[in-house]
């Protein structure tokens, strides 16, 4: 399995960003995807999570209405669109799937600042 994240960067508050991950190594269409994101000294968190048929989404509180997560099931990929960006969403942003066990992409660097 391979989740290879793209699309992180320096954003001004209320900007916007899309992130990618593109997966490999598994039947992406059967599977949840999910973003989670880790601030410094803080622990990984859930930030959306989608279903395999791309029907069902669930978010942090922290980000409903400004995030939107989606799939591409046709070119294995899950993608996060985030809108009115602030300060507290500065992380690193991870893809993850769960099949028969955790996996994790390297992570995109998201700052949000001015």
């Known amino acids: 399995v391979q989740l290879v994240e793209s699309g992180g960067g320096l954003v001004e508050p209320g900007g916007s960003l899309r992130l990618s991950c593109a997966a490999s190594?598994?039947?992406?269409?059967?599977?949840?995807m999910s973003w989670y994101r880790q601030a410094p000294g803080k622990e990984r968190a859930m930030v959306a999570v989608?279903?395999?048929?791309?029907?069902?989404?669930n978010y942090a509180d922290s980000v409903k209405g400004r995030f939107t997560i989606s799939r591409d099931n046709a070119k294995n990929t899950v993608y996060l669109q985030m809108n009115s960006l602030k300060p507290e969403d500065t992380a690193v942003y991870y893809c993850?799937?769960?099949?028969?066990?955790?996996?994790w992409g390297q992570g995109t660097q998201v700052t949000v600042s001015s």
């Open positions: 993850h799937v769960y099949t028969n066990w955790h996996y």
């Open positions: 989608i279903i395999s048929g791309g029907g069902s989404t």
């Open positions: 190594g598994f039947t992406f269409s059967s599977y949840s």
